[in-house]
């Protein structure tokens, strides 16, 4: 691979791993970011890291790293909307079985990956704006108006991705809109080990710890949430729950407080063909994931290694040939597993009160290999 000239967009999770990778491997690559240098990783929320990214990581030497700056997660909670439990699991079935689960801030995760690439290594800035293909090679023109020829480009600028449109018609991809979304924050100098969720009826609430912190989101109906606007829903929400939950009340205090809250809304993206000749796309430009399964980033890292994997045994005159490979071993088990973020969105997204207390008294019964059962097939692989 040390004579391959590779060009990687986006610095996110999926196209800084993939630069890891082929450091490891001694390749020589480019990677761009639209961002600019002052506006990069300047935000971002909270990540659960399945083994399947944390082994990533240890394959890069950056565990320690990893470990120091996230938590174990002990436990998994679903509550009713007023705060009571209706059911908790351990995440032991993860953390002996497979390895650790762990939370941690996305911001971190990036500081940890660009820090082993080495910043000025990033050219920020500059985006793609033509692309054209010879029988084995790859003409591109940047924003800067310069230009430049590879043998591989490996499209990672996310789920709206900008350089996927040069390529691939719109009827080429597809989204998944849930029609719900909602406001993220952080509760800062907070310790817990524990993912709570409360399941509502047009509504949901999910406080996802990290290390020091805890990451708050609210959210229900797209439609309605907007039209109430942040603080009226918070407000009605807090009436809901009973006085006892401080860390609710506390949560939903902070998330009415922040100026200029982040709004997510929930969909994500499918594409039908990863690749155009020896142009592909990683992570989320080739398949989305809704943050519902918690397992979008470590998908993105797993499928990561898997292309590295397979480009490492792979010539210059056969990228293509690689990447068909990669795409046979990869592609069904992302999408496996974005479905099954689907189904899990169905189950948390209801509007009925009625549907909302029949799924509450089903779920008493449910153990948690039930509830994660595929999680622990793509783990597995």
């Known amino acids: 691979m040390q004579n391959f000239n590779i060009l990687i967009v986006g610095a996110g999770v999926a196209g800084l791993t993939c630069a890891n990778l082929l450091k490891k491997q001694g390749a020589q690559f480019k990677l761009i970011e639209k961002e600019s240098f002052d506006n990069f990783n300047g935000s971002g929320y909270m990540l659960g890291l399945l083994p399947l990214g944390g082994r990533v990581l240890t394959e890069l030497d950056l565990d320690k790293e990893y470990f120091d700056h996230s938590m174990e997660m002990a436990n998994y909670e679903i509550h009713k909307e007023n705060g009571t439990l209706n059911k908790a699991y351990s995440l032991d079935f993860i953390n002996k079985e497979y390895g650790s689960y762990r939370g ?11 820090k082993n690439i080495g910043v000025e290594n990033i050219q920020f800035g500059t985006s793609v704006t033509q692309i054209q293909q010879t029988e084995n090679t790859v003409h591109v023109n940047y924003s800067n108006g310069k230009k430049e020829i590879f043998d591989l480009v490996i499209v990672a600028d996310g789920i709206h991705s900008d350089t996927r449109k040069l390529l691939w018609n719109e009827n080429e991809y597809k989204y998944y809109d849930t029609g719900w979304g909602g406001w ?19 509504s949901f609430m999910g406080l996802y710890p990290v290390k020091n912190k805890i990451g708050i989101f609210l959210g229900g ?30 949560s939903l205090d902070r998330l009415a407080s922040t100026e200029n809250p982040f709004y997510w809304e929930f969909h994500d993206c499918r594409t039908n063909d990863w ?10 430009s080739a ?17 990561a290694s898997a ?11 056969h990228i293509e040939y690689g990447i068909k490979l990669y795409i046979k071993r990869q592609k069904k088990r992302v999408e496996t597993a974005q479905e099954d973020s689907r189904k899990l969105a169905k189950l948390m ?7 909302a ?15 994660a059962k595929n999680i622990s097939k793509t783990i597995e692989g």
Request: hydrophobic residues 40%; contains cysteine.
């Open 307 to 317: 292309f590295v994997d397979e480009l490492s045994r792979t010539d210059k005159e």
């Open 275 to 284: 690749n155009k000749g020896n142009v592909i796309l990683l992570g989320d």
């Open 221 to 250: 109906p797209n439609d309605a949430v907007k039209k109430q606007g942040l603080k009226s829903f918070a407000e009605k929400i807090k009436d809901e729950i009973l006085p006892e939950f401080d860390v609710l009340h506390k």
């Open 349 to 355: 997204f209801v509007k009925s009160g009625l549907i």
């Open 357 to 371: 207390g029949v799924r509450d008294y089903a779920f008493r019964f449910y153990s948690i290999k039930q509830l």
């Open 184 to 202: 993220v924050a952080w509760l800062e100098n907070q310790d817990l080990n524990v993912y709570k969720e409360y399941w509502g009826a047009s």
């Open 104 to 114: 941690i801030g996305r911001k971190e995760l990036i500081d940890i990956l660009t």
């Open 287 to 303: 398949c989305g994931f809704l943050p519902t399964a918690g397992v979008g980033a470590s998908m993105a890292m797993d499928s």
